[in-house]
């Protein structure tokens, strides 16, 4: 398993941009296929975007299609959520995970490490 560090979210009004990072430990981080979900208030976790463990090969909710990339730097170990065009409804705490599957994976239940999370609010 890899241990993972979330970083970068914050308070951001509606329309404006954030970039969420991901630092993993381990020397295997490359071979990790990782993905990004969120929670908020009362709702249950869903899936943001994943990048497989080459970093070619993206997916997306259709919710955030178009606004937010993924990408992944395997010689920093780490992965990086870019968030444009923030919407209100984007607010919750964002998970970074990691799954052994290094093809491209959507399903938490696929992912066996998870970061503590980070706290994105967007001001509407």
């Known amino acids: 398993q890899v241990q993972l560090v979330e970083s970068g979210g914050g308070l951001v009004q509606a329309g404006g941009s954030l970039r969420l990072s991901c630092a993993a430990s381990g020397r295997t981080f490359s071979s990790y296929a990782m993905g990004w979900f969120r929670q908020a208030p009362g709702k249950e976790r869903e899936f943001v975007a994943a990048?497989?463990?080459?970093?070619?090969?993206?997916g997306y909710a259709d919710s955030v299609k178009g606004r937010f990339t993924i990408s992944r730097d395997n010689n920093k170990n780490t992965v990086y959520l870019q968030m444009n065009s923030l919407k209100f409804e984007d607010t919750a705490v964002y998970y970074c995970a990691a799954s052994s599957s290094g093809g491209l994976v959507l399903a938490g239940r696929m992912f066996g490490s998870w970061g503590q999370g980070t706290q994105v609010t967007v001001s509407s």
């Open positions: 990048i497989n463990w080459s970093g070619d090969v993206t």
